[in-house]
């Protein structure tokens, strides 16, 4: 592997945060006893979380779902993945493993402990925390900045064609887009890698 660092999104990278916002609204509409689409619900997901909280816009929906819910937030319904876990270990093994994500602090820490558990990464950059978001270059210079690393020695892994693959090519980063078996076509910028899924990753990089 010629990586020092590999960087990765959060969202849909290393968590699966469409299946955390069905899990979610499943639990709130159940909790007031209303039946939601589930196609329309899984569409409702891969749009965004405003989508979904929009599908329970009853208040009833959401005063139900505060009583009976650990937590109301939809990063409490990441699920661990074995998958991204493997990948980070040993990835990490061979190069410096870090995070740049957008989103609040607080949520995207709760959503990368539920992914991932008890795991080493360094540097974790949210922009919630520095103020700014991918794709600006700031946030990718932020976090060369901690690495200490040119560019071109670093590899920024996610799954938003904008946010994650433009942004990161822009300030020299290699990239490797995650596509979830979306068209190449989505893509606005060269990228060095496409895979599939976040399991893919050692054996494209040759990790
Ligand atoms: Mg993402």
């Not at 660092?5 to 979610?24: E, G, K, M, P, Q």
Request: hydrophobic residues 45%; contains cysteine.
């Amino acid at each position: 592997m010629t990586f020092r660092a590999v960087l990765f999104d959060l969202d849909n990278t290393l968590c699966d945060v469409v299946s955390a916002r069905v899990r979610y609204a499943v639990h709130a509409a159940r909790a007031a006893g209303i039946q939601l689409d589930a196609a329309g619900l899984r569409h409702a997901a891969e749009e965004g979380t405003e989508t979904v909280t929009s599908l329970l816009k009853h208040e009833q929906v959401r005063r139900a779902a505060w009583r009976t819910m650990p937590s109301h937030d939809i990063a409490c319904h990441v699920e661990f993945s074995q998958a991204a876990r493997s990948v980070v270990e040993r990835i990490g093994s061979q190069a410096q493993v870090g995070i740049v994500s957008n989103g609040r602090s607080r949520t995207q820490m709760v959503k990368l402990r539920q992914a991932l558990g008890d795991v080493a990464l360094w540097p974790i950059v949210i922009s919630g925390q520095v103020g700014v978001r991918k794709p600006a270059r700031r946030i990718f210079d932020h976090a060369l900045a901690l690495l200490g690393m040119p560019a071109d020695e670093v590899l920024f892994v996610g799954d938003d064609p904008l946010e994650d693959m433009l942004g990161a090519a822009r300030v020299g980063m290699r990239a490797c887009w995650i596509s979830h078996g979306r068209s190449p076509e989505q893509l606005t910028c060269a990228v060095d890698y496409v895979i599939e899924a976040i399991d893919e990753l050692p054996e494209a990089i040759h990790a």
